[in-house]
């Protein structure tokens, strides 16, 4: 962890920022993939979601540092810098789910997102205590709070999701909850 406690607040800008382009991308693999629908626009929304993230973070930067508005990352050589530092290496743990495919199954790409939202969850409220730097525990904090917010839609997306079981043979086993059967 000692590397880790030498991360500096740009480097943690960095993978914040970083974390939230790749779950963008992942919500728009997914979007491409999944058929027409309400789970499809879901996930659009999610990755509209993300962009606005960024934009947080990146006011977050400018609030912390007294208004100074956050360089750009690639003139600094940041971008190709992070992938070294450990920070990456920490938040690489978050790619699983982002890599995998639903292969068009709105449930296992709600299932994927969902994992996704709570292992970002637990990664950002550890890493929230590991620092002194005030700027980089509030960031932390904030991802944190995102993904809690992500987890909660997602729930509740499932949760919406399953009174269509019976039309779908995989799902039949929600048919006979007494949620299905008013």
């Known amino acids: 962890?000692?590397?880790?406690?030498?991360?500096?607040?740009?480097?943690?800008?960095?993978a914040a920022i970083q974390h939230e382009k790749d779950f963008f991308d992942f919500c728009m693999k997914t979007y491409e993939e999944l058929n027409e629908g309400l789970i499809k626009d879901f996930f659009f929304d999610l990755?509209?979601?993300?962009?606005?993230?960024?934009?947080?973070?990146?006011q977050l930067y400018s609030q912390v540092l007294g208004g100074e508005p956050l360089p750009n990352l690639k003139y600094l050589g940041e971008v190709y810098k992070f992938q070294a530092t450990s920070i990456q290496k920490l938040m690489r743990r978050l790619?699983?789910?982002?890599?995998?495919?639903a292969n068009g199954n709105e449930m296992e790409a709600l299932r994927l997102a969902q994992q996704e939202a709570d292992d970002a969850i637990y990664i950002f409220e550890v890493?929230?205590?590991k620092f002194n730097?005030?700027?980089?525990r509030a960031l932390f904090r904030q991802m944190a709070a995102f993904n809690r917010?992500?987890?909660a839609m997602l729930e509740?997306?499932?949760?919406?999701?399953?009174?269509?079981?019976e039309k779908n043979d995989d799902l039949a086993y929600y048919a006979n909850t007494d949620l299905m059967n008013p």
């Open 1 to 14: 962890m000692s590397g880790i406690k030498n991360t500096t607040f740009l480097e943690a800008i960095t």
């Open 47 to 58: 990755a509209e979601d993300s962009d606005e993230h960024i934009k947080l973070i990146q």
């Open 95 to 101: 790619d699983r789910n982002k890599k995998l495919s």
């Open 127 to 129: 890493l929230s205590q």
């Open 133 to 136: 730097d005030p700027g980089i």
């Open 149 to 151: 917010e992500r987890s």
């Open 156 to 165: 509740g997306c499932m949760v919406f999701y399953h009174p269509t079981a």
